[in-house]
């Protein structure tokens, strides 16, 4: 019977070192991948102008194939895009819109083209 509860105890205690050791190795790892793969993320969310811009010309180019604005209405629309995108955000599709309705009032687009136009945009995101 004693020798039963020396066995006990040293099981008892052993596990409890196992357990404990796999637990901070454990969490150790995965904090570890974690931050990894958050790095990875916030490189991968923040494009540049250059990717921007030729999305931009990506969307535009295939309302000109399809007669829905002209060449010319694509390079001012190009040009005003371009111009406001300093600062990458969260907003940029507001900003987007603003731009449109400018060039909307300004007679350069008109509203259903501006409609076509974000569509094609946010398609190539």
């Keep these: 019977m004693k020798k039963f ?3 006990n105890r040293a099981a008892i205690i052993l ?8 637990l901070f190795a454990g969490c150790g790892n995965r904090n570890t991948s974690s931050s990894k793969n958050s790095t990875q993320n916030l490189v991968e969310k923040q494009p540049n102008k250059d990717e921007i811009k030729k999305n931009y010309e990506t969307g535009l180019q295939t309302l000109v194939n399809d007669a829905t604005i002209t060449k010319d209405q694509s390079s001012k629309i190009l040009d005003a895009l371009i111009a406001n995108i300093d600062n990458i955000s969260e907003e940029s599709g507001e900003k987007q819109k603003d731009t449109l309705n400018k060039l909307v009032s300004d007679k350069v687009i008109t509203q259903e083209q501006a409609d076509k136009v974000i569509n094609a945009l946010t398609k190539n995101r």
């Design 15 to 22: 596990l409890a070192f196992v357990m404990s050791t796999l």
């Design 5 to 7: 509860k020396t066995f």
